[in-house]
């Protein structure tokens, strides 16, 4: 991985950490966490987009991934509830 790569990964985790609210550092931050070490370049520039957008439009998507199926970000939405485990019914 290059050197502004790396840096690049290291600064979208900390904004993913440090949103603002403790829900969306929770959600994003552990997903970051988790995933941004693996993410091809294309789906790193994604994600970079994805937390530069508002957290009410986040919650929002994250909670009704519906409303957002013709966006770019639908696939990024649902690996994200996918790895917190939000696209299984609750039992």
Same mark, same amino acid.
């Given at each position: 991985?290059?050197?502004?790569?790396? $840096?690049?990964?290291?600064?979208?985790?900390?904004? $993913?950490? =440090?949103?603002?609210? +403790?829900?969306?550092? *929770? &959600? &994003?931050? +552990?997903?970051?966490?988790? /995933?941004?070490?693996?993410?091809?370049?294309?789906?790193?520039?994604?994600?970079? /987009? %994805?937390?530069? %957008?508002?957290?009410?439009?986040? =919650? @929002? *998507?994250?909670?009704?991934?519906? $409303? %957002?199926? /013709?966006?770019?970000? $639908?696939?990024?939405?649902?690996? %994200?509830? @996918?790895? =917190? +485990?939000?696209? /299984?019914?609750?039992?």
């Amino acid at each position: 991985m290059s050197g502004s790569l790396d $840096a690049r990964r290291r600064r979208a985790a900390f904004r $993913a950490n =440090h949103r603002g609210t +403790k829900e969306m550092d *929770w &959600l &994003l931050g +552990k997903y970051a966490d988790a /995933q941004l070490g693996t993410m091809d370049e294309a789906d790193f520039d994604l994600f970079e /987009q %994805l937390i530069l %957008l508002p957290d009410p439009d986040l =919650h @929002a *998507w994250i909670l009704d991934p519906a $409303a %957002l199926e /013709q966006s770019a970000f $639908a696939p990024l939405i649902a690996g %994200l509830r @996918a790895f =917190h +485990k939000l696209d /299984q019914p609750v039992a």
